[in-house]
């Protein structure tokens, strides 16, 4: 594929050959004429671990830098990096690659790219390798991607891909790799709907970058063919490349796995806490972990184990490695929690800090399964590591990367994370235990089985397996599990991008509705023309009615023609063409005045300004870590669900409502700006898209602001000129809708008014009630209560006493067979025959059977301690005379029945049993 892509007159001019890998097959340049394989694992094991091919070596930090600044120096603009949550997208959670940053609409080439040539350092989070973390000495959940990009149309070009090979090839001679060792393998690149020829960069069996060219799109009537889909040449072809930061300091540094090359001060920190003796220059160790790597790092997730094990003590007894089985097993063991959790730690100290919440849900999902992980790990080392201890040290070594100032927001939730972790296991293990004791000695769990144990009850499968043992059930556990887990959380770009399954407008051809409602927000009333009828619906040349859209519901009104008007129920949107829902159909070419029900419209309009002002506040008071999850906009009320780590308490709310009427009072401009997407995102940054990502280059922004800004949004709401319009905004309640969202309902104008005034009706109603004044409710409410409750003891004091009344009145019972029998029918509630039947039978010889007046038949059967007889046994022979039934102890039985007929026949019957049996 893309064969002829490949013959660049940079290979030709600078003497590289083209040659077929001996071991897979691919074709690849090099410009040493005797390489036999594409360099990449497994074709090659890595040569580089304590021989590295460059004469200097250089952390991640001067790395970055000593990337950036050769891109710099060639012209290429440097950005800062995006976060690792893409709020900037809706199509997947977290950023995999450092093209994300320009997806969809750069690449799409609908919005000019913010510099071109570009250079950036992206951190990245990739979750399909998790389980995979610390055992193969080169995975990672977090890294960071160094990607030059360019951007070039036909009559723009930057650069493509002479230039490209010829800066990485300068690149990494730069930074003192023998440039002999240096393979670029052909590797036809296919992804999100795109697609183009690509070389990887390959040294010494390791992947330091891939080269994209990205130049064709997918597009069912294209004619290039790649793998069975059809591709159309892109306007815009995008240089895409991708060099690995921790890779390339790997190669240079050679060390045995790229965690003690990446994070070697946090290692050191968790080998000391362990007292673990970690000894990389000792030779033989440093050649123990080398062959290790080589094997677990360059083959299949499936290889791993005694297998694995059995590999390595071969390799090592081959170069006279000396060393115990059992204590190789024990060192990787321990190594590979310490390697994770360097790993987590990282990843974790980057999603707190760009934002990320805990929930079930979407990336709080993902962050919640990263935490857990990193707790089991600390928990497997036994010793006194903690989990925010290592974040901490993470966010100061990585405080290039990881905002300081986060520290304190990062351990908050953390805390409640750890907490919420050991409660959830307490519980889980109980609810788990329970479900294993059902089933069957000798059977295993199915995978799924092991899902649900984690979702539903958070225990992970090592537990499960832990617990299983007890039950002599059997539990297999994927090796790829957390990467399963992962995968249904998080959304692929892959099936969401290219063709959108748009549902085409039955009144597509119309032009689009021209929307009054933004060019003059104030006006009620307008005048238009039907250019679109059937029964019950029109479409206006324009139109003032506001269509349902971005949580706010659809203004109501009314349509009104010569000779007749026209309720409006309900208008939507499809493409552009507003569609008004009426009762009725009017003719088109007919003129049409309209009417919007204007006390609605207002309603709406304060409470959508009033969520954009409540937003702005729950951030200043919770935390910028806080995203709109949803909202809902309504005539009474609306309402707002923001991600958060706990419950909001009181004050913060009181603190939210307070800030809120603060902006109200300041009479801020409330502004509409029509901007282009990179402008908006350059000025307000990605909290724009709190209600979503717009798909349009041109984006409506509604911007409170004074001179600081306060809050900016991509909204295309209806919303007030100025704060003040907003009127009083209350909050009413608040909710937690699920773990890590919560719910703030509240109201603006009158609607406040009107909530303000039901609330003191009701107060005013208790005080009447209580015949006191409101300020004196309280402790009125206070003693009335207090009283209550002393009342409820002395009855039940009174209700003691009556008892032993009431027994003394029944004894003496009937002589038979030697017990005293006493039998009733007694005028009394269940509790106090109980307590009265209990009473009788406090003393030896005796048997006690009552039944209660009226139409429920309750029953009280009660013997002497040492009397050998089962009451609830006896108790439910006899209530079946009143249709019923009962349980309780040996000693004293209750129930009864709905037949009071058989009331008598009951106990008689009671009584012949009891005789029986003695
Ligand atoms: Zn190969
Ligand atoms: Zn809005």
Request: hydrophobic share 35%; glycine share 8%; aromatic share 8%.
């Given at each position: 594929?893309?064969?002829?892509?490949?013959?660049?007159?940079?290979?030709k001019d600078?003497?590289?050959v083209?040659?077929e890998?001996?071991?897979?097959g691919?074709?690849?340049?090099?410009?040493?004429?005797?390489?036999?394989?594409?360099?990449?694992?497994p074709?090659?094991?890595?040569?580089?671990?304590?021989?590295p091919p460059?004469d200097r070596?250089?952390?991640?930090d001067?790395?970055r830098e000593?990337?950036?600044d050769?891109?710099?120096?060639?012209?290429?603009?440097?950005?800062d990096?995006y976060?690792?949550?893409?709020?900037?997208r809706?199509?997947?959670l977290?950023?995999h690659?450092?093209?994300?940053?320009?997806?969809?609409?750069?690449?799409?080439?609908?919005v000019?790219?913010p510099?071109?040539?570009?250079?950036?350092?992206?951190p990245?989070?990739?979750?399909?390798?998790?389980?995979?973390?610390g055992?193969t000495g080169?995975?990672?959940?977090?890294?960071e991607?160094?990607?030059?990009?360019?951007?070039?149309?036909?009559?723009d070009?930057?650069?493509?891909?002479?230039?490209?090979?010829e800066?990485?090839?300068?690149?990494?001679?730069?930074?003192?790799i023998?440039?002999e060792?240096?393979?670029?393998?052909?590797?036809?690149?296919?992804?999100?709907?795109?697609a183009?020829?690509?070389?990887?960069?390959?040294?010494q069996?390791?992947?330091?970058?891939?080269?994209v060219?990205m130049?064709?799109?997918?597009?069912?009537g294209?004619?290039?063919?790649?793998?069975?889909?059809?591709?159309?040449?892109?306007?815009?072809n995008?240089?895409?490349?991708?060099y690995?930061?921790?890779?390339?300091?790997?190669v240079?540094?050679g060390?045995?796995?790229?965690?003690?090359s990446?994070y070697?001060?946090m290692?050191g920190?968790?080998?000391?806490?362990?007292?673990?003796?970690?000894?990389?220059?000792?030779?033989?160790?440093?050649?123990?972990?080398r062959?290790?790597?080589?094997?677990?790092?360059t083959?299949?997730k499936?290889?791993?184990?005694?297998?694995l094990?059995?590999d390595?003590?071969?390799k090592?007894?081959?170069?006279?490695?000396?060393?115990e089985?059992?204590?190789?097993?024990?060192?990787?063991?321990?190594l590979?929690?310490?390697?994770?959790?360097?790993d987590?730690?990282?990843?974790?100290?980057l999603?707190?800090?760009?934002?990320?919440v805990?929930?079930?849900?979407?990336?709080g999902?993902?962050?919640?399964?990263m935490?857990?992980?990193a707790?089991?790990?600390?928990?497997?080392?036994?010793?006194?590591?903690?989990l925010?201890?290592l974040?901490?040290?993470?966010?100061?070594?990585?405080?290039?990367?990881i905002?300081?100032?986060k520290?304190?927001?990062v351990?908050?939730i953390?805390?409640?994370?750890?907490e919420?972790?050991?409660k959830?296991v307490?519980?889980?293990?109980?609810?788990v235990?329970?479900?294993?004791?059902d089933?069957?000695?000798?059977?295993?769990?199915?995978?799924d089985?092991?899902i649900?144990?984690?979702?539903?009850h958070g225990?992970?499968p090592?537990?499960?397996?832990?617990?299983?043992e007890?039950?002599d059930?059997?539990?297999?556990?994927p090796?790829?599990?957390?990467a399963?887990?992962?995968e249904?959380?998080?959304?692929?770009?892959?099936?969401?991008?290219?063709?959108?399954?748009?549902?085409?407008?039955?009144?597509?051809?119309?032009?689009?509705?021209?929307?009054?409602?933004?060019?003059?927000?104030?006006?009620?009333?307008?005048d238009?023309?039907?250019i679109g009828?059937?029964?019950?619906e029109?479409?206006?040349?324009?139109?003032?009615?506001?269509?349902e859209?971005?949580?706010?519901p659809?203004?109501?009104?009314?349509?009104i023609?010569?000779?007749?008007?026209?309720?409006?129920?309900?208008?939507?949107?499809?493409?552009?063409i507003?569609?008004?829902?009426?009762e009725?159909e009017?003719?088109?070419?007919?003129?049409v005045?309209?009417?919007?029900?204007?006390d609605?419209?207002?309603?709406?309009?304060r409470?959508?300004?009033?969520?954009?002002?409540?937003?702005?506040a729950?951030?200043?008071?919770?935390?910028?870590?806080?995203?709109?999850k949803?909202?809902?906009?309504d005539?009474d009320?609306?309402?707002?669900?923001?991600?958060?780590?706990r419950?909001i308490s009181?004050?913060?709310?009181k603190?939210?409502e307070?800030?809120?009427?603060?902006?109200?009072?300041?009479?801020?401009?409330?502004?509409?700006?029509?901007l282009?997407?990179?402008?908006?995102?350059k000025?307000?940054?990605?909290?724009?898209?709190?209600?979503?990502?717009?798909e349009?280059?041109?984006i409506?922004v509604?911007h409170i602001?004074?001179?600081?800004d306060?809050d900016?949004?991509a909204?295309g709401?209806?919303?007030?000129?100025s704060?003040?319009?907003?009127?009083?905004?209350?909050?009413?309640?608040?909710q937690?809708?699920?773990?890590?969202?919560?719910?703030?309902?509240?109201?603006?104008g009158?609607?406040?008014v009107?909530h303000v005034?039901?609330?003191?009706?009701?107060?005013?109603e208790?005080?009447?009630?209580f015949?006191?004044?409101?300020?004196?409710?309280?402790?009125t409410?206070?003693?009335?209560f207090?009283?209550?409750?002393?009342?409820?003891?002395e009855?039940?004091?009174?209700?003691?006493?009556?008892?032993?009344?009431?027994?003394?009145e029944?004894l003496?019972?009937?002589?038979?067979?030697?017990?005293?029998?006493v039998?009733?029918?007694v005028?009394?509630g269940?509790?106090e025959?109980?307590?009265?039947?209990?009473?009788?039978?406090?003393e030896e010889?005796?048997?006690?059977?009552?039944?209660s007046?009226?139409?429920?038949?309750d029953?009280?059967?009660?013997r002497?301690?040492?009397?050998?007889?089962?009451?609830?046994e006896?108790?439910n022979?006899?209530a079946?005379?009143?249709h019923?039934?009962g349980g309780?102890?040996?000693?004293?039985?209750?129930?009864?029945?709905?037949n009071?007929?058989?009331?008598?026949?009951?106990?008689e019957?009671?009584?012949?049993?009891v005789?029986?049996r003695?």
């Amino acid at each position: 594929m893309f064969e002829e892509e490949y013959r660049l007159d940079y290979f030709k001019d600078n003497g590289f050959v083209r040659k077929e890998c001996m071991e897979c097959g691919s074709y690849f340049w090099t410009l040493d004429e005797e390489m036999k394989t594409c360099q990449d694992a497994p074709c090659t094991e890595f040569d580089f671990i304590g021989d590295p091919p460059a004469d200097r070596s250089l952390d991640v930090d001067e790395m970055r830098e000593f990337f950036i600044d050769f891109f710099a120096d060639r012209g290429h603009t440097p950005l800062d990096r995006y976060p690792v949550v893409a709020r900037w997208r809706d199509d997947v959670l977290l950023v995999h690659a450092s093209i994300y940053d320009f997806q969809p609409h750069v690449t799409s080439g609908q919005v000019p790219p913010p510099a071109n040539p570009l250079v950036v350092s992206q951190p990245c989070i990739r979750l399909p390798d998790v389980d995979e973390v610390g055992r193969t000495g080169k995975h990672q959940t977090a890294f960071e991607m160094l990607g030059h990009h360019s951007f070039n149309r036909e009559d723009d070009l930057v650069y493509w891909k002479e230039e490209t090979v010829e800066y990485c090839h300068e690149f990494l001679k730069d930074l003192g790799i023998d440039e002999e060792l240096i393979a670029y393998k052909e590797h036809p690149w296919i992804g999100g709907g795109n697609a183009g020829p690509s070389l990887e960069v390959n040294v010494q069996g390791l992947e330091v970058s891939t080269l994209v060219f990205m130049n064709l799109e997918k597009d069912i009537g294209g004619e290039i063919d790649l793998d069975g889909e059809r591709y159309i040449p892109l306007d815009l072809n995008v240089v895409d490349t991708g060099y690995g930061l921790e890779r390339l300091t790997w190669v240079t540094e050679g060390s045995p796995t790229i965690y003690d090359s990446v994070y070697p001060d946090m290692i050191g920190y968790i080998i000391e806490m362990l007292g673990f003796d970690h000894p990389l220059d000792d030779e033989d160790y440093f050649t123990m972990l080398r062959e290790y790597t080589n094997l677990a790092g360059t083959s299949d997730k499936d290889y791993r184990d005694e297998k694995l094990l059995d590999d390595l003590m071969d390799k090592l007894s081959d170069q006279n490695v000396d060393m115990e089985r059992q204590w190789v097993t024990e060192k990787l063991s321990t190594l590979r929690s310490i390697y994770t959790l360097a790993d987590h730690s990282y990843t974790i100290a980057l999603m707190l800090s760009d934002g990320i919440v805990p929930s079930n849900v979407e990336e709080g999902y993902l962050v919640r399964m990263m935490i857990r992980r990193a707790l089991r790990q600390v928990e497997r080392l036994e010793k006194d590591l903690s989990l925010k201890c290592l974040v901490e040290k993470q966010m100061d070594i990585h405080s290039s990367i990881i905002e300081k100032g986060k520290k304190s927001l990062v351990f908050e939730i953390l805390d409640e994370e750890v907490e919420k972790y050991y409660k959830t296991v307490e519980k889980g293990k109980r609810m788990v235990k329970r479900e294993l004791q059902d089933m069957g000695s000798g059977e295993s769990l199915s995978t799924d089985k092991l899902i649900d144990f984690y979702d539903t009850h958070g225990i992970h499968p090592t537990i499960v397996k832990e617990l299983s043992e007890e039950f002599d059930i059997k539990v297999n556990i994927p090796a790829d599990f957390n990467a399963m887990l992962a995968e249904m959380h998080e959304k692929s770009s892959e099936d969401t991008v290219v063709e959108s399954d748009k549902v085409i407008s039955e009144w597509e051809g119309l032009p689009e509705t021209d929307p009054l409602y933004y060019h003059n927000p104030n006006a009620r009333t307008f005048d238009s023309v039907v250019i679109g009828s059937k029964e019950g619906e029109v479409i206006l040349d324009r139109t003032l009615f506001y269509p349902e859209g971005g949580g706010q519901p659809a203004d109501h009104g009314v349509l009104i023609t010569e000779d007749s008007s026209y309720p409006v129920n309900h208008v939507r949107k499809e493409d552009g063409i507003i569609i008004h829902e009426i009762e009725g159909e009017i003719e088109e070419g007919e003129p049409v005045k309209g009417k919007v029900d204007w006390d609605r419209r207002i309603a709406l309009t304060r409470h959508h300004s009033a969520t954009h002002i409540i937003m702005s506040a729950a951030r200043e008071v919770l935390g910028d870590h806080v995203w709109q999850k949803g909202a809902k906009k309504d005539v009474d009320s609306a309402r707002l669900d923001l991600s958060h780590f706990r419950r909001i308490s009181r004050k913060e709310i009181k603190d939210i409502e307070r800030i809120a009427n603060q902006r109200v009072l300041e009479d801020i401009p409330v502004k509409k700006e029509e901007l282009t997407r990179d402008e908006a995102e350059k000025r307000f940054g990605f909290k724009l898209y709190q209600g979503g990502v717009p798909e349009s280059d041109i984006i409506r922004v509604v911007h409170i602001s004074d001179v600081e800004d306060y809050d900016a949004q991509a909204c295309g709401g209806t919303h007030v000129n100025s704060t003040s319009e907003v009127g009083p905004i209350k909050v009413l309640s608040t909710q937690r809708i699920q773990d890590g969202v919560e719910r703030l309902t509240y109201s603006a104008g009158m609607a406040t008014v009107e909530h303000v005034q039901h609330q003191e009706d009701l107060l005013k109603e208790t005080a009447s009630k209580f015949n006191v004044d409101l300020e004196d409710l309280p402790d009125t409410a206070e003693r009335f209560f207090t009283e209550w409750k002393q009342r409820g003891k002395e009855i039940e004091k009174l209700k003691k006493y009556r008892s032993i009344a009431m027994a003394e009145e029944l004894l003496p019972g009937e002589e038979s067979n030697g017990l005293e029998i006493v039998m009733d029918v007694v005028d009394m509630g269940s509790k106090e025959m109980l307590a009265t039947a209990e009473r009788i039978s406090s003393e030896e010889g005796r048997v006690v059977l009552l039944a209660s007046e009226g139409d429920n038949v309750d029953l009280v059967f009660s013997r002497s301690d040492e009397l050998d007889l089962n009451m609830v046994e006896i108790l439910n022979e006899s209530a079946k005379e009143v249709h019923g039934g009962g349980g309780g102890s040996p000693k004293t039985a209750q129930g009864g029945g709905s037949n009071p007929e058989g009331r008598k026949k009951a106990l008689e019957k009671a009584k012949e049993l009891v005789l029986k049996r003695i």
